[in-house]
């Protein structure tokens, strides 16, 4: 007599893969671009400066240095699963303050929470994708995770931005749709494997604080540089582009505002997946030369007050940010010793954290002076030193292949 009955009762739920978890990533940092084309109007509500919103805008990033600097490899101990689950609570509690947003306190609370809910998904979330794909995906999963990583960002700008425009409750909508986004990853995220073989759900936090060898500074700094001056493009658009093209321009339809910001990310991935097909000797320059075009686009956007201007800045920009960023990252990651490789790279997505927060401060107190034009033409004009610089360097002194 034949048994065929026994393996259909202990056969458990199948799991998602990595497409499940890239998924999950996309859902959770979509949360944090939200309120970008927002910004309108809470200033028409709040009454608040130019300078006001950088700062609202910098809180999410100092969420996320400090997160990075704090938990940046938390999910190596405590396992991914907990750590997405925790990411995406913090998402949600972003969302809650954003709801009961009655004044700049909630704002500012609501953009730190998002921040920590970022740097916890920024890391564990693309390690998961990685380690869930089968052996033969790898390079898939790659492109997964980054996608996931810039698409999220992209289409959270998006769809808030056509939920304000064409939806009621503009400052309503978008957060309570996120919520139920967010209800559908949590339980994608019970359905994910565990990869950490000896997972502790009560593990310590073990601050690590930056760290780079002295033989990997010749690579790291330049490299990070890149990093910085991308990033910072990146703060730019999602923070005062939206006033930009509201103020000067005439633009006041938020889905146009989250198309736009939408673009500088999806250009971002496209360079990411550039970089796949390049030797990263050559992507780290050209990505550099590329960031140089868009912000001179940029620039000129601002001069001419010229919408078109600004949506080909907004694509060579990303292109460039997306290219530099992901070869950057390969050549610290190649350079840096197998034992402190972690610290380093943890290292290198905090300085890169700090360019989409300082240079956007800076930008917002210009305004006050300079108003809006002279103060994005001063930030270019730097940003483009910067870069350009970064890029003449790396084309005389090469990082190590990937």
């Known amino acids: 007599m034949t048994r065929t009955s026994a393996p259909s009762r202990t056969r458990r739920p199948p799991r998602l893969g990595y497409a499940g978890a890239g998924a999950v990533f996309a859902i959770g940092m979509a949360g944090t671009t939200l309120p970008t084309p927002l910004y309108g109007l809470y200033r028409q509500e709040l009454g608040f400066s130019e300078l006001t919103v950088t700062l609202v805008f910098a809180a999410y990033a100092v969420g996320v240095i400090l997160t990075l600097l704090v938990a940046g490899g938390y999910s190596d101990e405590a396992g991914r699963r907990p750590v997405l689950f925790y990411s995406l609570v913090l998402g949600a509690l972003s969302a809650v303050c954003f709801l009961l947003e009655g004044g700049l306190p909630l704002l500012f609370a ?44 992209g289409c959270g700008a998006l769809v808030a931005g056509v939920l304000a425009e064409y939806a009621p ?27 950490v073989d000896d997972a502790r759900l009560g593990a310590r936090l073990r601050p690590r604080g930056l760290s780079v060898p002295a033989s ?47 673009s500088v990310f999806f250009s971002s991935t496209v360079g990411q997946w550039l970089v796949g097909h390049l030797a990263v000797a050559r992507a780290l320059p050209l990505g ?28 060579f920009g990303g292109l460039g940010q997306g290219m530099a960023f992901r070869a950057g990252l390969s050549a610290v990651g190649d350079a840096a010793p197998a034992a402190h490789r972690g610290a380093t790279i943890s290292s290198f997505f905090v300085v890169a954290y700090t360019g989409i927060s300082l240079p956007v401060v800076g930008v917002g107190a210009l305004t006050l002076w300079l108003g809006l034009v002279g103060a994005g033409l001063t930030f270019s004009a730097c940003a483009i030193v910067v870069t350009a610089a970064t890029g003449l360097y790396l084309l005389r002194h090469s990082p190590p292949s990937s």
């Open 169 to 195: 409750a503009p400052l309503v909508l978008p957060f309570v749709t996120h919520l139920a986004l967010l209800a559908v990853a949590g339980a994608m995220v019970t359905a994910l494997p565990e990869t």
């Open 216 to 262: 990997v500074r010749g690579v790291f700094v330049p490299c990070a540089l890149a990093a910085f001056a991308g990033f910072a493009l990146l703060g730019l658009f999602t923070s005062l582009a939206p006033s930009f093209l509201a103020e000067t321009l005439g633009v006041h339809n938020h889905a146009v505002v989250g198309l736009v910001v939408f």
């Open 110 to 153: 609501g953009r730190v929470l998002s921040g920590f809910s970022a740097g916890l998904l920024s890391g564990v979330g693309t390690v998961a994708v990685l380690e869930l794909a089968p052996p033969g995906r790898k390079t898939r999963a790659a492109l997964v995770a980054t996608a996931a990583n810039m698409g999220g960002l």
């Open 288 to 315: 550099c030369l590329v960031l140089v075009a868009g912000l001179l686009l940029v620039a000129a956007s601002l001069w001419a007050e010229s919408a078109a201007l600004l949506v080909a800045g907004a694509v």
